[in-house]
């Protein structure tokens, strides 16, 4: 067995493990999508020079320096634009449920949220049937209309509500029926 090699892998993994950062879940719609649009940095150096000559002088110098970088991509106000507008989508997505449960009115935790919310309608969807039945449900029906010699799952029209299909002889007794008592146990 080759110990070296062995000695090596843990030497490389324990480097790797000192610089490696944990993984952090993501937050899409709260975070700023990377937007930077620069960094100012202020930074001092101190450095001593030490000169062996006759003397043994010593030279110390100290720096203040100012840096400024600047990162390429799209404008700043742009790229800040374009979070705003991500994170106003989302709230529209949103605020329908925010605002359909009274109970994150009275907790505190959600008073930013609720704040956003407020004033907020989502508009409805108009293009579901009065019926809120399925558009398939429909379309089986009308297929089953113009063809009703062919058989589709049971057989039976779904939107009719009134027509319950009863192909293995079991009878639906009405909705007042009362049910007979049980018979009492004889003692033996």
Known sequence: ???????????????????????????????D??????EFEIRTDKRETDYN????????QQYLSFTYRKYLG???KTAKENVAI???LE?????????SNPSLAYNSNFDLLVSKCRGVTPARDNTRPSDSQSL??????EYKKENPEVNLMGDKFINSGKTKLNKGGLKIQPKDYILPLPKPKQNE
């Open 33 to 38: 999508y990377g937007v930077r649009c620069g």
């Open 74 to 76: 799209t404008d700043c």
């Open 86 to 88: 991500k994170q106003q």
């Open 53 to 60: 000559y006759s003397d043994s002088s010593t030279n110390e």
């Open 136 to 141: 398939w449900d429909d379309m089986k029906d």
């Open 1 to 31: 067995m080759n110990y070296y090699f062995t000695g090596l892998i843990i030497l490389a993994l324990t480097i790797l493990a000192l610089f490696v950062e944990p993984a952090y879940p993501r937050n899409e719609y709260l975070n």
């Open 91 to 99: 709230l529209m997505k949103m605020c329908g449920r925010v605002n």
